[in-house]
Structure formats: C-alpha cells, structure tokens
C-alpha cells in the first residue's frame, strides 16, 4: 500500500528547529503566494515523490519503462502485461497492428506464425470516424448561449471571440486527438493552460527619442518614424474661447501619447517582442505520463495527480528568468538556483527526451542509428518536470489545501508552488478526461480494443495455425530419392523444387515423395472461425456496414430492408458511446473558453471588435 511507505518518510524528515538558517531558507525557483518554511518545503516535496513512486508502482509504469519491456523473460513480461498501463501499451501498439509482443507474451502459435487479421482496428477506425463526424462535423461545432435575457449581448461576443480563440488555438484537432485515444485505451487526459508563444529579438529601428532614452507610448510600445499622427481638440476650461487653443497633435494609434518632433527621431537598437499566439492551449498528454490513482472515482478529489514531462534545460532557464520576481535575500536564493541549472546544462550526462520517454508504438527505442543513447549524442540536454496537484496540509495549520508542486525530480529541486486557486481560472485541476464505458467508480473506461481483444485473439489464432499448417514449417516432406534414376547413381540426392526426376518404373509420385501436414486446419473452416466471429463483433461495435453484414453471412443484409434495420440499430448502439463522450468534450471546451475570458488582452479584443468590446468583459 502507498501510504504506509508515504507516512514512512515522513517520519524520517529532519526537523529544523525555529529561528534557525535551516528552518526559514526555502529553496523555491519561482515565489508565489504560499508562503512555507524550509521544513514544510521539504516535507511537501518528500511528500510528491513518494506518491509518484507509489502512482508508478500501482500504474506499472515502472514495469514498461523500457521500450522493449515485452522481449523481458515470459514471467516478466507476462505481469508488466498486466498492469494498468501494460494493457494501454499492448492496445496502443495492436492498433498500429505492431504484434511482436504476442511471441513473447502469448506464446503458443504466435512464436511461429504472427501474423493479424485487423479486426478491431477496423472496428475502432470506423467508431472514430464517426465519432468525430457527430461532435466535429460542423463548422462551427459548438455555440455559447445566454443565461438570462441580460446575457443576451454578452454571449454574442464572447461566443464570437471563443471561436475565433479556439480556432486559433486548433482546439478541433486536439479533440480528434483524444477521440482517438478514449477508443484505443478507453480515456483520454486533456490538459488546458494558458501559453504565451512570443519571442524576443534585437532590431535596429527610427524611433522617438528623449533625454539620451526611447519614447515609450501609452500602449507600451515605441514611437516608430513611419507613425501617424492625428489632431484631436485640447481640453478647454469652462468659459474660454475654444479658438484660443491649437489642436493636439497626438499618435494616431492610442490617440493620447504627444507625437514627437521630427528632430527627436534616432536610428537605434531596440529590443522587440513578436507574439505567434496567446491565449488557451489543450493538449492530449500521453498516457503514459499522467499518473492517477486506479481506485479514484474522479482526478479532481483524488489526494494526488501528477503529469510528468521532460523539459529543455534552458527552457527552464527561460522560464524562471521570465517568471521570477525577487527581493532582498531572495534575489540570491534565485542567483544561485539559476547558476545550477545552468549547470546542468553542461553536463555531458543530462538525458535527451528520446532516451527518457521511448514510445514503442511510434518505433521509439531511445537509441540513435549508431546505437549509442541519445542522451550522448550532442542533443539539447533535458530534465525530467514533475507537475503534481496535490491534497495536502502544506502549512501544517490542520487543513488540508488543493497544492500545485513543480519540481526537478532529477536534481529534486522546487521550481513553484502555490495553491491550484491563484493558478487555474476555475480553482480546479486543469485535466479533463474524455472516455468511453467508463468504469463505475473510477476516472478511467475501456477501449474498443480491451472490449475486442478475445474476438481478435480467436480470430488470429486460427489464421495463423491455418497459415503455418499450410507452409513449409507446418508439413513433413517424406523424400525417398532411392526410388528415381537419379537417386540409384546419388544416394544423398537432394529434393530441389524445379528440378526433374524420372522415377523408377514400378514406382508412383507417392513413393518418391509424400507431404504430411501437422494441422488439417483448411482455409474453409478458418473462414468460417473468422465470419462467425467478425458477426459477433460488428454486432456488438454498433457500426456494421453492408459489406460487413454480408462478409459474415447476414442474408438479410442483401435487401433493402435489412440494410435499414443495420443502419437503425447501429445508431442505438453507437449512441451510448456518444453518451459518454458528450460530457468530457463539454468540460473541455467549457474550460478553453473559461481560459479565454480570464486572460482577455484589451488590445486584441480592441482588434478583433474594431473598437467596439461593450459587454464582452468578465
């Protein structure tokens, strides 16, 4: 159990009495609003890494960490096959219709004949396909309606704004992404933040000068030579002679900043920043870098969630320079944790994300072409970035908070902390899952290809016992050479087909050579194993075709009234995965737009409305 070993560490921290350097030097990267003692940071983080090496132990993902956990011996591989995240790696690569796990898992026949009869592929393409013609269709796909009649404006704009955000955001191709996952592993995770894509460079510009120093403008940015300016009226005291007073010449693009003078105009090198995008971003995280709880009903209430990532080392540097904000003593603290990670960049050692997190249903091994791992091949080097959301009583006041802990799991270093709260707009966990059959009382559901595994297997395993029985390997050549002309003069006459023998006179074909075949599996009867079972599957997938129906020997399926009846029950049968569906892509989308309006740019809505943002505040 994980919380025997959780309580275990716990009870061996190191107490630091109160007052003492110990006690009130934190080692944060990145200060928030939690504010904690040395001992509480330290418990905090003992605390996370147990619990992910709990969540890895009870997933399995320490069983498959190898990209090859499948060749392991039999009894390995067989209980890493098991495991929670084993069967999601098994159902991710038999839909890539990889089966190379089945020699060593399976054994029996596979050992000689692997090959498969894609089954519940076909299944799972087709449910896909469907799926993501229902929800994603149309354009537009989904609509903001009004509450009240009050919110009549309102959602107008903001239902115009959401789609233009989510567009940019290809929130649509994010949720085909996880359509795809909820019907091979039965869930997916999405993950909803909010980016910042923008990029700083130095240019050599014209711009307004003043005292040795750029002009910045009421909008943040430089007065730029090719600017226009405009007049507006000055304002005009109570009772005077509006023709007593000039015209303010004014930049034309905030219509308040004074516009300079020819002469105040320089060539100069500025810094620029160019924004590629802004605003939410969902992402489909891999499966196997999520960790949850299997007995929790919900990753909202569980104790602890983790996603776990690797990162650029200097993207780390990036982004605790963009994020820090220090004072006093606490500039130091950051000094000297920025100078570590630097320094880990240059370690010849530090890892490369192919050689950290190999997925074998892409052919990943984390090796490079010569073999060697590619964490020494010259590649930027990465760290691995634990993100955990966890219910704990970080301040030790009796009360337990929801937290949010990164930290450097390698150099076990904590970059941030602070409750979910001042984090996400709506103060939860910003993970969604998107599934199907969802299992009662848990978070997760199951796959189309868990649901079709024992039809596949019974199918592929009469296909290939068919198929070695009829090959080479499956058959005993009975070769008698003494009984042809050419064997009298050469005892030791091979067989070689193409070749022509003349047999002896009394002799027939049979006494020369006879083929024994270890199996009397006929094609006939294969077919029929796989028709029988192909009906059984497209009965109970709910999108049998025509074509399928008539494959497997449904007569009635030739007339126009069987098609029809097809049609009908697979729309039913179909509809409870939509069902299940349904609620996951609500969230999603929910929460993208929740993610739009908590971060609105007044300069981007001034754009995109012409001016016109009347009601579209939050």
Known sequence: MAEPQIDKVLDQMPAYPPGSDEHN???????????????????????????????????GRDQISDADWFSADPTRAKDAGMTFMGRRQIYEMSFANQVEWRSQILGSIFEQSNYTVPISRRIAQQQISRAINFFLGTDPWFTVSPVGELDEVRSEKTNQFARYKLRKSKLKKTLERAIYGAFIRGESVVKTVHVDKSVTYTTEAVVAVSDGEPIIAADGDFIFEQDEAIDVAPPI??????????????????????????????LREIERTITHYRGPSSE??????????????????????????????????????????????????????????????????????NAMNPRPELNESGMTSEGENAENNGFEPTT?????????????????????????????????????????????????????NPVEGRWHGIGSMEIFEPIQKICDLAFNRWNFSQSQSGRVDLWRPYNTFEGQSNPNLEMNYGHAYTPLPDKTKEDILESIYLEDIKSDDQQKIIEFNLQLAMNMSGIASANDSSMAGMDSSKLATGIRNIDRSGQELFGVYLSDLEEGFEEVTNLNITVTLANLQEAELFEYFEGDVAQIDT
């Open 284 to 353: 489909v995280v891999y499966w196997r870098d999520f960790l949850a709880p299997l007995n929790a009903p919900d990753i909202q209430d569980c104790d602890a969630i983790a996603h776990l990532y690797d990162m650029p080392v200097m993207s780390l540097v990036d982004m605790v320079t963009k994020q820090g904000s220090f004072e006093g003593d606490m500039s130091e603290q950051y000094k000297a944790g920025l100078k570590m990670i630097r320094e880990i960049a240059n370690e010849s050692g530090a890892p490369s994300s």
């Open 384 to 436: 691995e970035i634990a993100e955990v959301y966890l219910r704990f009583d970080v301040d030790e006041d009796g009360r337990y908070e929801d937290i949010l802990l990164v930290y450097d799991r390698r150099n076990e270093v904590p970059l941030f902390y602070d409750h979910v709260a001042n984090v996400t707009p709506d103060g939860k966990r910003p993970f969604r899952v998107i599934r199907i």
């Open 237 to 266: 005291p109570e009772g005077e002679d509006p023709a007593e007073f000039v015209p303010l010449r004014v930049l034309s693009r905030d219509s308040v900043t004074p516009m300079p003078a020819p002469d105040q105009f320089e």
């Open 25 to 59: 030097q934190t080692r944060v990267m990145i200060p928030s609003a939690l504010k904690i003692t040395r001992p509480q940071e330290d418990r905090l983080l003992e605390w996370a890494e147990a619990r992910i090496k709990s969540l890895e132990g009870e997933l």
